[in-house]
């Protein structure tokens, strides 16, 4: 790291610059926390709550169960869920087994979900009853050698109780016919199927727990500018720094509680959230999925301290009829990242309710973050300072020669938080990482510059990326599903903007000949019978050709230019 960086004159008081980082595993966390805390809440959902001393037991019955099933040390667990109880008992349960959590977004379908079973050689999965007729269609379309042989089933209901749930603000209306019913349990192809009541009654003991600080412990999917999503490998260690590094830059203790909202597939709601309340053994309040008014009930029934969310969540809740009646005096810290905040509405927490938020900046290969915004020392629409033991650089993308302060080049970092790098892909592994002033730094593929404090902003879109509400939407992967549909003989995906998401994503189509009928809103209906809905395109344009080079590459960013344009006079109009 290059003596004195400009942002340590910043550095919050009492946070070391660097740290050890423990070798214990990441569930060996949760082990410390229950033998610390036993009777202390761990998790409350819908007003059930469960302690230290049960989560631990229930992972530890729940390991025993998958080792059962045929689980071993470094073998590759799907973990399908949203955020619920279920949820974290399967993570540390996989976990404890010595096997490695791959989470997955709960909004893809068969399609997508196809290529996670394929290539995390995954043989065991975990999933809810409404997501499991999925799993199961995606793992029976595949060749029978490639196929799961166990599938691990829960209801909704068995982790609340419904007579005292229903009616609650702690469950919104629309809710009710999602979590309560009991669905029936699908059929997999040469393999089993197993409700998730019966596996938490295992008398039998769970495996020696063997797994260390470098073994891997999850392997999250992230896409990018071609091609199909890649795992990423995270070690224990790598998780461990920014789940330690973490609980200091935030003042994490064991009397916070925290809103549980960010989706725990995501590496943002799995180390700075999930991972982080563990290890000071504070107490999550977890929403399935967001509604502004459970969240505002939930803040002021449980005196919730700590809120991580996606800047959208803020302005929805903030615009609810009901949001006077609710208390916000309990939160201490609130923050996030994905998109940026709009100003205005940090100038409104900040001068209605004292309250900072603090953005930051990560990726998938990074653990969550490798910059942050310190409460001592914020910036608004800011990145953050480089986090702790992280040394960030803006380089030439080109020439990699490091530029002027306040000069925009693309972002590099170096941390004990980098990914081992992408699971069966060497050559995607080799063109992530880039030799600077002698060491191995991760290109993060983002623009941005620094300004003369040492603080971090971006610029500019260096990679062909959609972000929609805080979900990265990766044109390539839609387009590859687009390509499946049989009146699509081209498409290219760009990004329009809009009111509410900040971007969404729209196609430009060329149809097939024999095809010329089909209609925009065709392709949108298949759309979202094929793919996660933020991924889904909000408009489709047709067009006889796309604009390509001379070499028949598809010259995205004229097309993208034209849509930027076309953004920039609607603007005016409206003005």
């Not at 993570?91 to 010595?98: M, S």
């Not at 999925?134 to 799961?148: G, K």
């Not at 004229?558 to 930027?564: G, K, P, S, T, W």
């Given at each position: 790291?290059?003596?004195?960086?400009?942002?340590?004159?910043?550095?919050?008081?009492?946070?070391?610059?660097?740290?050890?980082?423990?070798?214990?595993?990441?569930?060996?966390?949760?082990?410390?926390?229950?033998?610390?805390?036993?009777?202390?809440?761990?998790?409350?959902?819908?007003?059930?709550?469960?302690?230290?001393?049960?989560?631990?037991?229930?992972?530890?019955?729940?390991?025993?169960?998958?080792?059962?099933?045929?689980?071993?040390?470094?073998?590759?667990?799907?973990?399908?869920?949203?955020?619920?109880?279920?949820?974290?008992?399967?993570?540390?349960?996989?976990?404890?087994?010595?096997?490695?959590?791959?989470?997955?977004?709960?909004?893809?379908?068969?399609?997508?979900?196809?290529?996670?079973?394929?290539?995390?050689?995954?043989?065991?999965?975990?999933?809810?009853?409404?997501?499991?007729?999925?799993?199961?269609?995606?793992?029976?379309?595949?060749?029978?050698?490639?196929?799961?042989?166990?599938?691990?089933?829960?209801?909704?209901?068995?982790?609340?109780?419904?007579?005292?749930?229903?009616?609650?603000?702690?469950?919104?209306?629309?809710?009710?016919?999602?979590?309560?019913?009991?669905?029936?349990?699908?059929?997999?192809?040469?393999?089993?199927?197993?409700?998730?009541?019966?596996?938490?009654?295992?008398?039998?003991?769970?495996?020696?727990?063997?797994?260390?600080?470098?073994?891997?412990?999850?392997?999250?999917?992230?896409?990018?500018?071609?091609?199909?999503?890649?795992?990423?490998?995270?070690?224990?260690?790598?998780?461990?720094?920014?789940?330690?590094?973490?609980?200091?830059?935030?003042?994490?203790?064991?009397?916070?509680?925290?809103?549980?909202?960010?989706?725990?597939?995501?590496?943002?709601?799995i180390v700075s959230m999930l991972y982080t309340t563990i290890y000071c053994a504070s107490t999550l309040v977890l929403m399935p999925r967001w509604d502004r008014d459970v969240a505002g009930h939930l803040i002021s029934r449980w005196k919730v301290t700590s809120w991580t969310n996606i800047p959208t969540m803020v302005i929805d809740l903030m615009s609810s009829p009901q949001f006077a009646q609710y208390d916000l005096s309990s939160l201490t810290s609130i923050g996030g990242g994905g998109a940026a905040m709009p100003q205005a509405v940090a100038q409104r927490l900040l001068d209605q309710y004292g309250l900072v938020y603090q953005e930051g900046y990560g990726l998938t290969e990074t653990a969550a973050p490798t910059h942050a915004n310190h409460i001592s020392h914020p910036k608004q629409q800011c990145l953050g300072m480089?986090?702790?033991?992280?040394?960030?650089?803006?380089?030439?993308?080109?020439?990699?020669?490091?530029?002027?302060?306040?000069?925009?080049?693309?972002?590099?970092?170096?941390?004990?938080?980098?990914?081992?790098?992408?699971?069966?892909?060497?050559?995607?592994?080799?063109?992530?990482?880039?030799?600077?002033?002698?060491?191995?730094?991760?290109?993060?593929?983002?623009?941005?510059?620094?300004?003369?404090?040492?603080?971090?902003?971006?610029?500019?879109?260096?990679?062909?990326?959609?972000?929609?509400?805080?979900?990265?939407?990766?044109?390539?992967?839609?387009?590859?599903?687009?390509?499946?549909?049989?009146?699509?003989?081209?498409?290219?995906?760009?990004?329009?903007?809009?009111?509410?998401?900040?971007?969404?994503?729209?196609?430009?189509?060329?149809?097939?000949?024999?095809?010329?009928?089909?209609?925009?809103?065709?392709?949108?209906?298949?759309?979202?019978?094929?793919?996660?809905?933020?991924?889904?395109?909000?408009?489709?344009?047709?067009?006889?050709?796309?604009?390509?080079?001379?070499?028949?590459?598809?010259?995205?960013?004229?097309?993208?230019?034209?849509?930027?344009?076309?953004?920039?006079?609607?603007?005016?109009?409206?003005?």
């Open positions: 790291m290059s003596a004195s960086p400009r942002h340590h004159a910043f550095w919050p008081a009492r946070v070391p610059h660097a740290i050890h980082v423990p070798t214990t595993s990441i569930w060996h966390n949760l082990a410390v926390s229950a033998q610390r805390y036993p009777d202390k809440a761990a998790l409350v959902f819908f007003d059930r709550v469960t302690t230290y001393g049960e989560l631990l037991s229930q992972t530890e019955r729940l390991a025993a169960a998958l080792h059962a099933l045929g689980v071993r040390q470094g073998d590759r667990v799907l973990l399908n869920m949203q955020n619920v109880p279920q949820l974290i008992v399967a993570h540390f349960a996989i976990l404890r087994a010595n096997a490695v959590v791959v989470p997955v977004n709960p909004m893809n379908r068969a399609e997508e979900l196809k290529h996670y079973i394929q290539d995390a050689q995954a043989k065991v999965a975990l999933t809810t009853a409404d997501l499991a007729p999925l799993l199961a269609a995606a793992s029976n379309d595949l060749p029978a050698a490639e196929r799961l042989s166990q599938l691990v089933v829960t209801q909704y209901r068995d982790a609340f109780d419904v007579d005292t749930a229903v009616g609650t603000p702690a469950m919104a209306a629309g809710w009710v016919d999602w979590l309560v019913p009991e669905r029936p349990l699908p059929q997999l192809e040469g393999g089993q199927v197993h409700a998730w009541q019966p596996l938490l009654q295992t008398t039998e003991a769970p495996p020696p727990h063997v797994a260390g600080a470098d073994d891997m412990a999850v392997l999250p999917y992230t896409s990018g500018t071609t091609g199909l999503p890649k795992g990423c490998i995270h070690p224990h260690r790598t998780l461990m720094h920014n789940t330690v590094a973490g609980s200091l830059w935030g003042q994490g203790h064991s009397e916070a509680i925290t809103l549980a909202v960010v989706p725990m597939f995501h590496a943002t709601g480089p986090f702790v033991g992280t040394d960030a650089r803006v380089v030439d993308p080109e020439t990699l020669l490091e530029m002027p302060v306040g000069e925009s080049g693309e972002i590099i970092v170096r941390g004990p938080q980098i990914f081992s790098g992408y699971w069966r892909n060497p050559e995607a592994t080799q063109a992530a990482f880039v030799e600077f002033d002698g060491q191995r730094y991760f290109r993060t593929g983002d623009m941005g510059r620094m300004d003369e404090e040492g603080f971090f902003f971006i610029t500019d879109r260096l990679k062909r990326m959609i972000n929609a509400s805080g979900f990265k939407v990766w044109p390539a992967e839609v387009e590859l599903l687009m390509y499946k549909h049989p009146a699509v003989q081209e498409a290219c995906v760009i990004a329009s903007r809009d009111a509410y998401r900040g971007e969404s994503p729209k196609a430009v189509v060329v149809l097939r000949a024999d095809h010329q009928h089909t209609t925009a809103e065709d392709i949108v209906a298949w759309c979202r019978d094929n793919m996660a809905a933020y991924k889904v395109p909000r408009e489709v344009a047709f067009v006889a050709a796309l604009p390509k080079s001379g070499s028949g590459k598809v010259l995205w960013r004229v097309l993208q230019d034209e849509q930027d344009a076309q953004n920039a006079r609607n603007a005016a109009v409206a003005v």
